[in-house]
């Protein structure tokens, strides 16, 4: 009998050792942000947008660098051409989780990540980022264009409500506040 309370007092204090480290586990994987919104879109979102953009001229046709795999142009690069359009697309639809981490803008305002227009403004950039990956796997420039609009669409339906501000309407300052 003494061993099987043995056993059972063992097993209970792994389990709760077993939670505890899933707990510590869970807190240190909390995303967290390391930049503000407009670091956020010009260090991800408006490169990767701007590799789209330019798809409208068949990035087929791009040379490759000298040297590819130094090269700063996407499309030119070791992963260039179509590729480089696939992967935009996936920054594009990945670039929405880090939208939803509470951050601040460049104002100092935090990003109304909560919000319910906010929410579904994200979900409309990881629509259209999946909308040029499966455009760009056709090598479609048809459809590469279709998914330019979508990607400037998602980027102005959320810009004509939190970023572009008039004088009026507190210009920079009044950046990530509803219209």
Not at 7 to 33: D, E, R, T
Not at 88 to 101: H, Q, R
Not at 115 to 128: E, H, I, P, S, T
């Amino acid at each position: 009998m003494k061993r099987v309370g043995v056993m059972k007092a063992g097993s209970v204090a792994f389990g709760v050792l077993f939670l505890a480290g899933l707990a510590v586990v869970g807190a240190q994987q909390k995303p967290q942000a390391h930049g503000n919104m407009l670091q956020m879109m010009r260090g991800i979102v408006y490169p990767a947008s701007n590799v789209v953009f330019v798809a409208q001229d068949d990035p087929a046709t791009v040379k490759p660098a000298d040297d590819p795999s130094t090269s700063p142009n996407p499309l030119a690069s070791s992963y260039g051409q179509w590729l480089a359009v696939e992967n935009a697309g996936v920054a594009l639809a990945e670039s929405a989780n880090l939208l939803t981490i509470p951050r601040a803008c460049s104002n100092g305002r935090q990003a109304p990540v909560t919000n319910a227009d906010w929410q579904k403004f994200v979900q409309g950039l990881r629509d259209a980022g999946m909308t040029v990956l499966k455009a760009a796997q056709t090598k479609n420039v048809d459809r590469i264009t279709e998914a330019a609009d979508a990607v400037a669409s998602a980027c102005g339906n959320c810009h004509d409500v939190y970023r572009e501000k008039t004088p009026q309407q507190g210009g920079v300052k009044a950046r990530c506040t509803a219209s």
